[in-house]
């Protein structure tokens, strides 16, 4: 019954340590990919939002392009520069991949796969903003390919290029990033809620073990406890029992021994007494006793103190033999009436 009970503890404090511990791998997993949501949401975030600042920075030089005769092929060069990461971040945030970030020496690893909203501001209408961002791309390689004398402000690639990068491509950027932005909030949100609920569960799980596995363990470790102690006192309490009777044992032996050739009652009884008295520390009463009228008598034949119990002598009690014994009796033993 008790392996039984062990049995079932045992089972109750694994599965408790399991449950912490799926709690905690949950935990360790659910905060790293928060943080891996995180870096990956801001990664989006800072691409999708520099994509606004590429489009009027490619219509600013472009502008400077057709005006600036004079240094006109390091502005193509930056131009160039500016158009290609333009599409190598729009591939990305669309398929996903690596992108150049910020500085020259920084790479951007972006997740892709949008949501279902952002491919519809990508593809569908009314927005479309793959196809107006393609055509924008497209109008300003245009651009870079016409000849010298087409590059006038009546050009029609530059004419394009500026009232997009004012009007609906410019919405359009605005959108998507305000979109993202949206999401990634929404995804931190998800994550936090999610935390709550393995932080609840794990608390909850640390409530029921400390009522249902380590409460019943220590009563049941303070029980086995108070029942050692109890064998324990046991133990000694026979221990000094068997003490006792061996040193009885030993005075028997000693009074045979020292009675043996004495012939006299009288210091018979008293040699007893004495030897009774310092082995065992008692304060006797020695008496000798007649049968009489159907009624033992007994007479003080030790000369000690009398207990308070002990007042009469040749004081009738009520034992049963017919001829004549030698009584002893301890000093708080009490007299029958």
């Known amino acids: 019954m008790q392996t039984e009970r062990n049995n079932a503890l045992t089972l109750r404090y694994v599965f408790a340590l399991s449950l912490i511990a799926l709690l905690s791998i949950t935990a360790f997993f659910t905060l790293r990919f928060a943080i891996t949501e995180q870096e990956s949401g801001a990664a989006i975030i800072n691409v999708a939002g520099r994509q606004r600042m590429l489009s009027q920075r490619i219509s ?7 005006l600036n005769a004079g240094d006109r092929e390091n502005l193509r060069t930056t131009l160039t520069n500016d158009l290609e990461l333009f599409e190598d971040s729009h591939t990305a945030l669309i398929n996903g991949g690596s992108v150049r970030g910020l500085s020259s020496d920084e790479v951007l690893i972006l997740s892709g796969n949008p949501s279902e909203t952002v ?5 569908a209408s009314p927005m479309n903003l793959n196809q ?13 390919a016409d000849p010298t004398e087409e590059l006038t402000l009546e050009n029609t690639h530059l004419a394009y290029i500026l009232e997009a990068a004012r009007s609906n491509l410019l919405s359009g ?5 305000g979109q993202y932005q949206k999401e990634s909030e929404s995804a931190i949100a998800n994550l936090q809620f999610l ?7 794990t608390l909850l799980s640390l409530l029921a073990e400390a009522f249902f596995i380590f409460r019943p ?6 029980k086995h406890t108070h029942d050692i102690q109890e064998g324990i006192d046991l133990l000694a309490k026979q221990n000094e029992v068997l003490s006792t009777s061996t040193r009885a044992l030993a005075t028997v032996a000693e009074i045979s021994t020292s009675v043996s050739s004495i012939l006299n009652v ?16 008692l304060t006797t009463h020695i008496f000798t006793c007649w049968m009489k009228k159907g009624k033992i ?6 000369q000690v103190k009398l207990g308070a119990s002990w007042q009469l002598k040749n004081a009738p009690f009520r034992l049963t033999a017919s001829n004549l014994w030698w009584l002893v009796l301890p000093a708080n033993a009490k007299a029958l009436p």
């Open 60 to 66: 600013r030089f472009a502008l400077l392009y057709v």
């Open 119 to 123: 491919s519809d501001m990508y593809f």
């Open 132 to 144: 107006q961002v393609k055509t924008f791309i497209a109008e300003t390689r245009l651009l870079l």
């Open 173 to 177: 950027l605005n959108t998507v990033t």
């Open 195 to 201: 935390e709550s609920i393995v932080l609840g569960i």
């Open 217 to 222: 363990m220590v009563s049941q470790i303070t």
């Open 266 to 281: 009288d210091d018979l009884l008293l040699t007893v007494v004495d030897l009774t008295k310092e082995r065992f520390n």
């Open 297 to 302: 008598w007994c007479w003080q034949k030790a």
